[in-house]
């Protein structure tokens, strides 16, 4: 079964950090795109931070310095270490393997939650 499955969220105060794990099964990320998006009430998803396959890195301009996307290919896991948590962080984070010709797998998401 094609999955991925994330973890590591939590309540957490301001100025806190948190790392969250997508582990993927059913299938090996190597050759595919990851990436973190988040949903707070009321508003769309968006696009947190991205990672190639070769390696490459992407960040939403509210993020950047603080969080940072990795990959452990041999894990097949992807992570994503956020630092200096604001309130406005507070979300549900999702998990995304994308690859060309073939349908988007998502996460079925982990709540963080940053409030004091």
């Known amino acids: 079964q094609v999955q991925l499955v994330e973890s590591g969220g939590g309540l957490v105060q301001p100025g806190a950090s948190l790392r969250l794990s997508c582990v993927a099964s059913g299938f090996g990320i190597s050759s595919y795109a990851m990436s973190w998006y988040r949903q707070a009430p009321g508003k769309e998803r968006e696009l947190v931070a991205g990672?190639?396959?070769?390696?490459?890195?992407n960040y939403a301009d509210s993020v950047k310095g603080r969080f940072t996307i990795s990959r452990d290919n041999a894990k097949n896991t992807v992570y994503l270490q956020m630092n200096s948590l604001k309130p406005e962080d507070t979300a549900v984070y999702y998990c995304?393997?994308?690859?060309?010709?073939?349908?988007?797998?998502w996460g079925q998401g982990t709540q963080v939650t940053v409030s004091s």
């Open positions: 990672i190639s396959a070769g390696g490459s890195t």
């Open positions: 995304k393997a994308v690859r060309p010709g073939r349908l988007a797998i």
